[in-house]
């Protein structure tokens, strides 16, 4: 014990609020700190996701216009989802359905589906090893339908500005179901402007569509907020089990690094949305790409779990404090 605090708070730990008052009343957030300059803010009622997240007092995530949303306020129907997208550093999407809202087998699904609007059934947190570890189990479960059991564990580092989030995906019914996981990481200012630098160390890039792909030499490029931009999708591949994309900010010195297995996340899209107000990067690590699950049925990319069966992801963020280079 160190005799010079009378509690760990003083440095660093985890403390759980609750909001008072809008669309979040209700809603129980954990605030965490490292004590090295890490601070996050971790959503029980919306899939144990991060809603925000701050290295050194500068902010890395990019906050909708929506703010805090109760899932009370969830609407599953087409592209209802974004009437209740607090965005935050980890919107995480499936387990359903990612991407565009369409029809697969008889099955409607809504944009991104409903896991990002599901509370942990249970949660807790505990000091382990030099790290505070969350855990929380979120369940994607109905009557005569799937029934897909996330166990997720965030475990922040006390010795460095570092975490991983680590989820379990278990299919807990009894008929083979199709799923999907999409981590929608957002960035956004001050960390994102028109001076950050992007590295993204793919092999190949593929725009979405004809928008994105009229652009694609500036894909690595950000710039200043503008008025009725469209959104534009690229999707990278990398070279081997190594994902990685980081992005910094030089008039801060900071920045951070994504790292994850690129073989069992073998989907990653870049979000560029430069609008004012919508002013966001979105850096997506997913077992999909969001065109809708339907298409990834045609494509074979569609992932399926049989009874008992469980998988497990993992992402990992670093701040940085120069830019990196992969090459």
């Known amino acids: 014990m160190n005799p010079y605090i009378g509690c760990e708070s003083q440095l660093y730990g985890i403390e759980e609020h609750r909001l008072t008052g809008g669309r979040g009343d209700g809603m129980r957030l954990l605030i965490v700190r490292n004590g090295k300059g890490m601070e996050m803010t971790v959503s029980l009622d919306r899939a144990a996701d991060i809603s925000r997240l701050s290295f050194d007092g500068c902010n890395m995530s990019y906050f909708s216009p929506c703010g805090y949303v109760s899932p009370v306020y969830y609407q599953a129907t087409g592209s209802d989802w974004l009437k209740s997208f607090t965005a935050g550093f980890l919107t995480t999407c499936g387990l359903q359905a990612v991407g565009n809202p369409c029809e697969d087998e008889g099955e409607i699904l809504p944009l991104h589906g409903s896991i990002a609007n599901t509370p942990a059934e249970q949660a807790y947190w505990f000091e382990e090893k030099e790290s505070l570890i969350i855990r929380a189990r979120i369940q994607d479960e109905t009557l005569f339908g799937r029934k897909l059991r996330m166990h997720r564990e965030i475990c922040v580092s006390l010795k460095e500005n570092t975490f991983t989030v680590q989820d379990t995906i278990e299919n807990t019914g009894d008929t083979k179901q199709p799923f999907e996981i999409l981590y929608h990481m ?116 569609l992932k399926f779990l049989d009874p008992g069966q469980s998988i497990t992801y993992q992402v990992k963020i670093t701040e940085i404090t120069t830019p990196l280079s992969f090459s």
């Open 186 to 301: 957002n960035m956004g200012y001050p960390l994102l402007d028109e001076d950050s630098i992007l590295e993204i160390p793919a092999r190949e890039v593929l725009p979405r569509d004809d928008h994105a792909a009229a652009d694609i030499q500036n894909c690595l490029k950000i710039d200043k907020p503008q008025a009725g931009y469209t959104e534009r999708c690229y999707y990278h591949r990398f070279k081997d089990k190594t994902g990685q994309a980081s992005i910094y900010q030089p008039k801060r010195n900071k920045g951070l690094k994504i790292e994850f297995d690129a073989e069992k996340l073998d989907g990653f899209t870049q979000w560029k949305m430069m609008g004012i107000r919508d002013y966001v990067l979105g850096l997506e690590c997913g077992n999909c790409y969001p065109d809708g699950r339907n298409i990834m049925r045609q494509t074979g990319m």
